[in-house]
């Protein structure tokens, strides 16, 4: 019996070392696997501001040219140099409409090259609604020649005065509103804003165009990403306003949410808290 109790301790000794062993190996790859991880974490932190950099320079380098093209569209068609014909004339509107549709992606990748970098402060601030929904209006009136098409800002309810980013906020729903007038042929684009729980609020933009099939709205945030439609190719667009609201809205402490039915139209919404607290600001690192 001592004899077949030595060997049996001996073989489970010898199987204790040989899990220790392989242990020991797991642990290696482990700690292997997590140097490997690291490294591409880094590599694609660098990149990411690599990126960033790229974007970032660009977008200044194009200022120039862009803002060059654009003040001479301006002479030619203000006849400084003499009267256009009916062609010139549209060439040169043609030329206008496509540098200012150009300056609006540079600036767009500019504040995510900005946003991405952490370089974009948030500065909130008391204001009226009242204001903010006045100076959309202001801004969108000269632009809707569509006669079959109404832009509607409903009157605030159960709110007054919010307390944060007012600039930026006021760049998301710009951009809600643009797509919706871009995309609406007729009917109409309502603005809305109603307060939530969890002391927030509600921000939509509801039009009656012609909707987003439901495999595209996973994808409508991304970068350069483009709703598959035939109005698509007739109406040229950067891509990156959805992108850029998105980031914005995260920036305020929000969400964005969409909802959307093909031919009857889509709602955009942002939620960000009534009153943006420090909490709710997002640690860029």
Same mark, same amino acid.
């Given at each position: 019996?001592?004899?077949?109790?030595?060997?049996?301790?001996?073989?489970?000794?010898?199987?204790?070392?040989?899990?220790?062993?392989?242990?020991?190996?797991?642990?290696?790859? %482990? %700690?292997?696997?997590?140097? @490997?991880?690291?490294?591409?974490?880094?590599?694609?932190?660098?990149?990411?501001?690599?990126?960033?950099?790229?974007?970032?320079?660009?977008?200044?380098?194009?200022?120039?040219?862009?803002?060059?093209?654009?003040?001479?569209?301006?002479?030619?068609?203000? /006849?400084?140099?003499?009267?256009?014909?009916?062609?010139?004339?549209?060439?040169?509107?043609?030329?206008?409409? #496509?540098?200012?549709?150009?300056?609006?992606?540079? $600036?767009?990748?500019?504040?995510?090259? *900005?946003?991405?970098?952490?370089? =974009?402060?948030?500065?909130?601030?008391?204001?009226?609604?009242?204001?903010?929904?006045?100076?959309?209006? &202001?801004?969108?009136?000269?632009?809707?020649?569509?006669?079959?098409?109404?832009?509607?800002? @409903?009157?605030?309810?159960?709110?007054? /005065?919010?307390?944060?980013?007012?600039? *930026?906020?006021?760049?998301?729903?710009?951009?809600?509103?643009?797509?919706?007038?871009?995309?609406?042929?007729? &009917?109409?684009? /309502?603005?809305?804003?109603?307060? @939530?729980?969890? !002391?927030?609020?509600?921000?939509?933009?509801?039009?009656?165009?012609?909707?987003?099939?439901?495999?595209?709205?996973?994808?409508?945030?991304?970068?350069?990403?483009? =709703?598959?439609?035939?109005?698509?190719?007739?109406?040229?667009? #950067?891509?990156?306003?959805?992108?850029?609201?998105?980031?914005? !809205? #995260?920036?305020?402490?929000?969400?964005? $949410?969409?909802?959307?039915?093909?031919?009857?139209?889509? =709602?955009?919404? %942002?939620?960000?808290?009534?009153?943006?607290? !420090?909490?709710?600001?997002? %640690? =860029?690192?």
């Amino acid at each position: 019996m001592n004899a077949d109790l030595k060997t049996m301790l001996e073989e489970r000794d010898a199987e204790i070392q040989a899990l220790r062993a392989e242990l020991e190996e797991t642990n290696r790859g %482990v %700690v292997a696997l997590y140097a @490997e991880l690291d490294e591409q974490a880094e590599a694609l932190k660098h990149a990411t501001q690599l990126k960033s950099r790229f974007l970032s320079y660009m977008s200044h380098e194009f200022r120039s040219p862009i803002g060059a093209t654009l003040s001479i569209a301006r002479l030619l068609l203000d /006849r400084v140099d003499g009267p256009l014909t009916t062609e010139q004339e549209r060439q040169v509107r043609f030329i206008q409409s #496509t540098s200012e549709e150009f300056s609006k992606m540079v $600036d767009d990748l500019l504040d995510l090259a *900005k946003i991405e970098a952490g370089r =974009v402060d948030v500065s909130p601030e008391w204001f009226e609604m009242l204001d903010l929904f006045a100076a959309l209006r &202001g801004m969108f009136k000269p632009i809707l020649e569509n006669d079959e098409l109404s832009l509607v800002f @409903e009157e605030p309810v159960g709110l007054s /005065r919010l307390y944060t980013d007012d600039h *930026k906020l006021s760049q998301i729903l710009r951009n809600f509103i643009s797509n919706a007038l871009k995309f609406t042929a007729q &009917g109409e684009v /309502r603005v809305s804003a109603r307060p @939530e729980a969890g !002391a927030l609020v509600r921000f939509s933009v509801a039009d009656t165009g012609i909707g987003i099939a439901p495999e595209h709205l996973p994808a409508l945030f991304n970068d350069f990403s483009q =709703v598959d439609a035939p109005i698509q190719k007739r109406l040229r667009g #950067t891509g990156l306003g959805l992108a850029l609201s998105k980031q914005l !809205a #995260t920036l305020l402490g929000g969400t964005i $949410d969409v909802q959307s039915t093909v031919g009857k139209g889509s =709602v955009f919404s %942002v939620i960000v808290p009534a009153h943006l607290t !420090a909490a709710q600001e997002p %640690v =860029v690192e």
